[in-house]
């Protein structure tokens, strides 16, 4: 799959509606992707994901723990809390619930960001207090990549 890439800054209607970015479109049309499942994320932002991405969580949850254990579970629900399917309408835009816009203190802006295998979206200021914070306390870019790319057998 073509990844999700590049950040972008929509406006938000009142009824939540906000648009998925052209490119990003695109990437869905060439993965046969008709609908993204929205879903809290982590860090304060919601996860949109494409069919391909949310099979790969659906299968986690569908793991014994998540059936068994009373974290699991709670987790489960956590992350499913308000989730919504949605299909980009013919102007390309979804519809984000009360209960995510809240979740991630959505407003008037949306950033919008390419993550790979997934889309995030954003409070634009949440965001950047992320960036800030992860600045002071991860690292440089090539320390972070000594620890995560580095060969492991």
């Excluded at 992707?33 to 494409?50: E, K, N, Q, S």
């Excluded at 960036?131 to 870019?141: H, L, P």
Aim: charged share 30%.
């Amino acid at each position: 799959m073509i990844p999700f890439v590049g950040t972008f800054i929509h406006a938000m209607d009142r009824k939540g509606r906000t648009n998925v970015p052209a490119k990003h479109r695109e990437i869905m049309k060439l993965a046969n992707a008709t609908h993204l499942i929205l879903i809290r994320g982590f860090d304060g932002c919601l996860f949109l994901l494409p069919p391909s991405t949310w099979e790969k969580f659906q299968a986690r949850f569908e793991r014994e723990e998540f059936q068994s254990e009373r974290e699991a579970r709670y987790f489960e629900r956590l992350m499913l809390h308000d989730a919504d399917v949605q299909k980009p309408d013919a102007q390309g835009r979804i519809q984000i619930n009360q209960g995510l816009r809240d979740f991630a203190s959505l407003e008037r802006e949306v950033l919008i960001y390419g993550a790979n295998t997934r889309i995030e979206l954003w409070s634009p200021r949440l965001f950047q207090e992320y960036q800030a914070s992860g600045k002071k306390s991860s690292g440089t870019i090539e320390e972070l990549a000594s620890s995560y790319f580095r060969h492991r057998d």
